[in-house]
Each structure stands twice: as C-alpha cells, then as structure tokens.
C-alpha cells in the first residue's frame, strides 16, 4: 500500500481547513453540515467525535472541516492530519457501499465489450491515481477515450494509455487495433 499523505490548505472561510491525500476519496462530494446528517458515513462520524468539529465535506481527495469558534488550528490541525491518515490507511468508509451500480452501455456488441472492459479492468486502477476514463468513441478499429482528473495532462498517462489500456483491450476486444485520449 501507498504512504497515505495528508497536508493541509487553508480557505477563504478562517472556520474551515482543506485537508488533501494522495488518494481518492470519492467520486462526487458528500457534505455533513452536522452530526446528525453524518451518521451514514463512518469517517465523518469518527470526526464529528472531536468536540471541536462543527462539519466535514469530502470531495475527490480532501476532506474540508470547519471547526467550532473555540478552537484554534494550530491545536487542533496536527491532530486531525494524524486522523484523517489514520483513517484512510485503516479504510474507513467516506460513504457506505452501494450495492447496486447502474451503469448502461450503449453502441454496437463491440463498443459495449469495450465500454465493459473499461468499466471494470481500468476505471478502478484509474480511480485509485485519482483521475477518471471515459469512453468516447469506436471506429475502424480505434478507441478513443477521455482522461480526466489527475490523468488530464500527467506525464505517465500516455505510457498507461499505450501500455496497459491499449494492450488490455487489444487482448480483451481483438477488433481493437489502437487507443487514444482526447484532448479535454
């Protein structure tokens, strides 16, 4: 496993502070302005057991907490850097887990065997370097996709687009002959 890393960047609002990991969280955002709408998520239930904190928001890869008048950030960022590492390394849930994802391919046998792959072989290793793959397109024989995210514009990502997504479907689909990004 990754060292989980934690630093922090403060926000316009002195209340809250950003708190960034090298890991992603979650596609979307949850917000739990109060204990009571957090009881769902066992990582914003864990923080909101910290007296001082008054709200967590989760977004890709931070969590932004807004901390109560009476503390200052300089007792309290240390301590909750150490958490939020804590807590992602020991997995703790920013969201319970759905069961039932409804996801829908749509195009010809083939574009749907290619949006399948995609969907479970790749977007999963994607998601966990923090960017996103989107199917864009088949014809004669080339794949053209969209990366997003950490992937739009990382040096590595057309060594992976060759590499390991081309080779993928070229095993997994054989009338796939090539793989490109589209420029976002």
């Given at each position: 496993?990754?060292?989980?890393?934690?630093?922090?960047?403060?926000?316009?609002?002195?209340?809250?502070?950003?708190?960034?990991?090298?890991?992603?969280?979650?596609?979307?955002?949850?917000?739990?302005?109060?204990?009571?709408?957090?009881?769902?998520?066992?990582?914003?239930?864990?923080?909101?057991?910290?007296?001082?904190?008054?709200?967590?928001?989760?977004?890709?890869?931070?969590?932004?907490?807004?901390?109560?008048?009476?503390?200052?950030?300089t007792d309290?960022?240390?301590?909750?850097?150490?958490?939020?590492?804590?807590?992602?390394?020991?997995?703790?849930?920013?969201?319970?887990?759905?069961?039932?994802?409804?996801?829908?391919?749509?195009?010809?046998?083939?574009?749907?065997?290619?949006?399948?792959?995609l969907h479970?072989?790749?977007?999963?290793?994607?998601?966990?370097?923090?960017?996103?793959?989107?199917?864009?397109?088949?014809?004669?024989?080339?794949?053209?996709?969209e990366l997003?995210?950490?992937?739009?514009?990382?040096?590595?990502?057309?060594?992976?687009?060759?590499?390991?997504?081309?080779?993928?479907?070229?095993?997994?689909?054989?009338?796939?002959?090539?793989?490109?990004?589209?420029?976002?």
């Amino acid at each position: 496993m990754a060292t989980i890393n934690v630093y922090t960047e403060s926000t316009p609002n002195p209340s809250t502070m950003k708190f960034l990991v090298n890991k992603l969280l979650i596609n979307g955002s949850l917000d739990y302005p109060d204990k009571d709408k957090a009881q769902e998520s066992a990582f914003a239930k864990e923080l909101f057991k910290f007296n001082f904190v008054n709200g967590v928001f989760f977004a890709s890869n931070f969590v932004t907490i807004t901390k109560s008048d009476d503390a200052e950030w300089t007792d309290i960022e240390a301590l909750l850097k150490d958490f939020i590492k804590g807590a992602i390394e020991s997995e703790l849930a920013v969201k319970p887990i759905e069961h039932t994802e409804d996801v829908t391919f749509e195009g010809s046998d083939i574009e749907i065997k290619i949006q399948q792959v995609l969907h479970d072989y790749v977007r999963p290793a994607v998601e966990q370097d923090g960017g996103a793959i989107a199917y864009k397109s088949f014809d004669s024989g080339v794949v053209t996709v969209e990366l997003r995210g950490s992937c739009s514009g990382c040096p590595s990502s057309s060594i992976t687009l060759k590499s390991g997504i081309e080779g993928l479907l070229k095993r997994m689909v054989p009338e796939v002959e090539e793989v490109v990004a589209e420029s976002m």
